[in-house]
């Protein structure tokens, strides 16, 4: 027993020698390979650049209870990086990000979308933003020829045809509000007559032509019996409202579980097809995709050069070290819908809307430079102590921030 301990002891001493002969070259090659091979550089994750200069705004947020996986993980570029400086390698006419006046998004995920502008309001070129499937961001120029050249689309003076009008989801939580959807034949705006007993009430108007379409309406009172009817309005002003029908907010309605779209895409590249028509004193651009995705239209603005003209500048790799940014909006909303696409907008606060008519939006709650509310109006970007990274301590805290009677 003796020896055989003896000669455990001596086997133990003499692998921890061995170890410690040989873990100052493990190490040197361990900082070699990271430093010399491995280190940070612009691959295809390569977010250390960032800290170099955000060395403290990043261990100052790392340091939070709750952290936001992608700046945890150094992916800077995952939300902040406009996605044609990983997609291009050449230069390209196009303009920064910031210098874009998005006017037009529609929201939904579809092969098709509708645009239609006057002459008038917009700038040559235009510009869609694609994103869907594996793409995260595609910007495409759109040429306007004169509006007299291009073939017309007819009026047929038909009103759409409303039809599948059905209540999706209604919930009582801080905000009662239902979830409303319907379809029509022909590409047409949406909106909402409703009320308790009489149609008196309109919700906004959705104009984003669609044939699919939805509409979240809020603010309404729990036990309540209410009459509504789906209105859509084609690109002439033809009009059409559905047959009244009823939902009550005496209890919740649960959403159903609508199938996704079966299509899966096998590349980024969506094979977009653009169409330009007239519509009687309006573009009508026509935008086609192989697979569903969400496209805004958008205009140059900004410093012009000319009348509605913006001086053109290449985007490129090459044309300098610190990649072209998001802008604000896409960064601060939609950014966050590629990600949190469950979301259920009847269960959290509306964005990219206006606050109402006298309300006062504390400073704590950051909005838009036009004073639209996002995402980031009440969550904390990269860290926070609180759950769900939110601006205040509990729901109610946050709610009355705002709104004071609450």
């Not at 995260?136 to 039809?163: C, F, H, K, T």
């Not at 601060?332 to 949190?340: P, T, V």
């Not at 995402?375 to 004071?404: A, N, Q, T, W, Y």
Request: charged share 25%; hydrophobic share 35%; with cysteine.
């Amino acid at each position: 027993m003796t020896f055989f301990l003896s000669t455990r002891r001596s086997w133990i001493t003499g692998w921890i020698l061995k170890d410690l002969v040989f873990f100052p070259v493990v190490l040197a090659l361990g900082v070699f390979f990271w430093w010399g091979g491995l280190g940070p550089v612009w691959g295809a994750e390569g977010e250390a650049p960032c800290l170099d200069c955000h060395q403290a705004a990043w261990e100052k947020d790392l340091e939070k209870f709750y952290v936001h996986a992608p700046f945890r993980e150094k992916s800077c570029r995952r939300c902040h990086v406009v996605g044609s400086y990983k997609e291009s390698q050449t230069s390209a006419l196009a303009p920064p990000q910031s210098a874009i006046e998005w006017f037009r998004r529609n929201q939904v995920p579809a092969r098709e979308h509708w645009f239609t502008f006057a002459p008038g309001l917009v700038s040559d070129p235009l510009w869609l933003e694609i994103r869907g499937g594996n793409q995260r961001q595609n910007l495409q120029p759109v040429r306007l020829p004169p509006l007299a050249r291009l073939p017309e689309l007819a009026d047929d003076g038909r009103p759409p045809q409303i039809s599948r009008v059905e209540v999706e989801e209604v919930s009582l939580g801080v905000f009662v509000s239902v979830h409303i959807s319907w379809e029509t034949d022909e590409f047409a705006d949406s909106s909402v007559l409703f009320g308790v007993g009489k149609l008196t009430e309109k919700s906004s108007s959705d104009f984003n032509l669609r044939k699919d379409h939805e509409m979240i309406l809020s603010g309404l009172k729990k036990g309540k019996e209410y009459r509504f009817s789906a209105v859509s309005e084609d690109v002439f002003g033809n009009r059409a409202v559905s047959a009244p029908l009823t939902f009550s907010t005496h209890r919740d309605l649960l959403a159903k579980e609508n199938p996704s779209d079966p299509y899966l895409p096998d590349s980024d590249n969506p094979d977009l097809t653009q169409r330009l028509r007239r519509a009687g004193d309006q573009y009508l651009l026509e935008v086609s995709a192989r697979y569903p995705v969400v496209v805004s239209l958008g205009k140059n603005s900004g410093n012009r050069n000319g009348p509605h003209r913006l001086a053109q500048v290449p985007v490129s790799l090459n044309d300098s070290p610190h990649p072209p940014m998001q802008g604000e909006e896409v960064l601060n909303i939609h950014i966050c819908f590629e990600c949190h696409q469950n979301i259920n907008e009847a269960m959290s606060h509306p964005v990219n809307i206006l606050p109402p008519k006298g309300m006062i939006i504390p400073p704590e709650y950051p909005l838009l430079a036009d004073g639209r509310m996002t995402c980031m109006s009440c969550h904390r970007r990269h860290g926070s102590d609180l759950p769900f990274r939110m601006i205040k301590s509990s729901r109610k805290e946050l709610c009355i921030g705002c709104h004071v009677n609450y």
